[in-house]
């Protein structure tokens, strides 16, 4: 069976550092991997997605995030923090593109 | 491009009424459907989700129901709505084969 674990619930940084989000799965298969963020009243935006390719991956707004089978990690990273950067984040696995299992979220505050 | 509408975006409905949430695909053709219920501050529960027309698969047994009779649209249902139904409905849609959901703005559904 697939999980997800999202280690920190709260993540508080100041503008201008770098941000760790981090994410360990579980998973029988060799998984595809996805972040979402999501603002306040809003749907989940993906930010990026490992499928099996390269395992540093890139997404949008500055976000990366490197894929590490032996960790079984997919800790999610930005160099500089920003204020529009504050909301909640999702890490999900997939099996088998059908059946998504998504983590409990890490919400993510900028500090000016 | 393909893009994922739902509506209404914030609904007030009083204990025991039905509902009706209805969400729709354009620009793709025989995509996997979902619906999420987010709980205030908590992750995404799966609630329904459908790989083709008339095929519904439940994930929690509860008072709602989904439909999809149509390729593209899907719909969530309740004959009468209970407190506990209160939360942030989401609807997805993915292609399967390790590609990504993507996610409607959801619907703020308060219950009095």
């Known amino acids: 069976a697939q999980s997800v674990t999202q280690l920190d619930s709260h993540v508080s940084v100041s503008e201008g550092t770098p941000v760790l989000l981090r994410c360990n799965y579980s998973s029988s298969y060799s998984p595809s991997l996805f972040w979402y963020v999501q603002h306040p009243n809003k749907g989940l935006q993906l930010l990026l997605k490992?499928?099996?390719?390269?395992?540093l991956v890139k997404g949008i707004n500055g976000f990366e995030a490197e894929f590490k089978k032996s960790e079984t990690s997919f800790h999610l990273t930005k160099p500089s923090a920003h204020m529009s950067d504050a909301a909640e984040y999702f890490c999900?696995?997939?099996?088998?593109?059908?059946?998504?299992?998504f983590g409990p979220g890490t919400r993510l505050s900028v500090l000016p | 491009s393909q893009t994922i509408h739902q509506w209404p975006a914030t609904l007030v409905q009083p204990v025991g009424s039905p509902l009706s949430l209805e969400c729709t695909v354009e620009?793709?053709?025989?995509?996997?459907l979902y619906w999420y219920r987010q709980a205030a501050g908590r992750g995404l529960q799966l609630l329904f989700y459908s790989v083709g027309i008339g095929q519904i698969s439940s994930e929690v047994p509860q008072n709602l129901s989904a439909s999809r009779p149509q390729d593209r649209q899907f719909i969530l249902s309740s004959k009468k709505l209970l407190l506990s139904d209160s939360g942030f409905y989401l609807c997805?849609?993915?292609?399967?084969?390790?590609?990504?959901?993507?996610f409607g703005d959801g619907t703020r559904l308060s219950i009095l």
């Open positions: 620009g793709t053709s025989n995509p996997n």
């Open positions: 999900v696995v997939s099996e088998d593109g059908q059946n998504f299992v």
């Open positions: 997805a849609w993915g292609r399967g084969g390790h590609q990504p959901q993507h």
């Open positions: 490992y499928t099996s390719a390269a395992t």
